[in-house]
């Protein structure tokens, strides 16, 4: 069998993510069941004690309550295990300054997964970058337990925290108001009025439809949603 034929099956957005359960630094996980009713970001990292995830988990650290005030719980994963999670993170606390971030307490659960099992599950290793680490994978899940959006990094290149909090937010926003988000959408800015079924619907017509809409052409209508609205909408917290 090619190496091809023996990897599993990557899982796609649109998919349940796959179940596990594992050792976390903050005690065992039945993921994604004790998460039902939330959003998550599963995310791996390469490995403990390593520049780049370090500057990642105090950024992680520090937004979590921004995460958080959006519904949307952290779960980190390496392949390390657990004592040397522990040691690391104990070491990010007491000695690791990052722009102006010091005395950074990771308080969101890191999996354990030194038999690979969930990084395999999870695509999250790329033998092409290493068969010994896992890429900087990101899987945001809703609180269904649906893979609604997957984001891959190289080993080499320090995710973006910004868009991870803009994906979180236009999700939301596309679930709660039955849009869709154009390119580089931020809260307060026009959103896409879906036109699927509307082939032929005349612009006139469409734009008589819902207050604000204007359309470019059939394919291509916006209305505005004020940021205030879509705060008061998707902000829990
Ligand atoms: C890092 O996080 O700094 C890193 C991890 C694995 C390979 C290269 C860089």
Redesign the pocket.
């Known amino acids: 069998m090619s190496d091809e034929a023996a990897a599993p099956a990557m899982p796609r957005i649109g998919d349940a993510a796959p179940a596990f359960t594992a050792v976390t630094t903050q005690g065992m996980i039945n993921f994604p069941a004790d998460y039902e009713g939330k959003w998550v970001i599963l995310f791996s990292?390469?490995?403990d004690f390593?520049?780049?995830?370090?500057s990642e988990f105090m950024t992680f650290a520090t937004m979590q309550d921004e995460f958080l005030a959006y519904n949307t719980e952290l779960v980190g994963l390496s392949v390390d295990g657990l004592y040397s999670h522990i040691a690391w993170l104990r070491t990010i606390k007491e000695k690791i300054r990052f722009r102006d971030m010091e005395n950074v307490e990771v308080t969101f659960p890191l999996i354990e997964d030194i038999t690979m099992n969930v990084a395999r599950k999870y695509g999250m290793i790329m033998p092409g970058e290493a068969t010994t680490?896992a890429v900087r994978a990101v899987f945001f899940i809703d609180p269904k337990g649906i893979i609604r959006t997957i984001i891959y990094y190289p080993?080499?290149v320090g995710r973006n925290f910004d868009e991870l909090l803009r994906v979180v937010k236009a999700l939301q926003t596309a679930d709660a108001f039955e849009v869709a988000l154009p390119a580089d959408w931020r809260p307060g800015e026009r959103v896409i009025v879906p036109t699927a079924g509307s082939c032929g619907v005349a612009k006139d017509r469409m734009e008589g439809a819902v207050e604000g809409i204007e359309c470019e052409d059939w394919f291509f209508c916006t209305r505005p949603i004020s940021a205030e609205e879509v705060e008061a909408t998707i902000r829990k917290g």
Do not use: D, M, N, Y
């Not at 390593?50 to 370090?54: H, K, L």
């Open positions: 990292h390469p490995a390593t520049p780049v995830c370090t680490k080993l080499s």
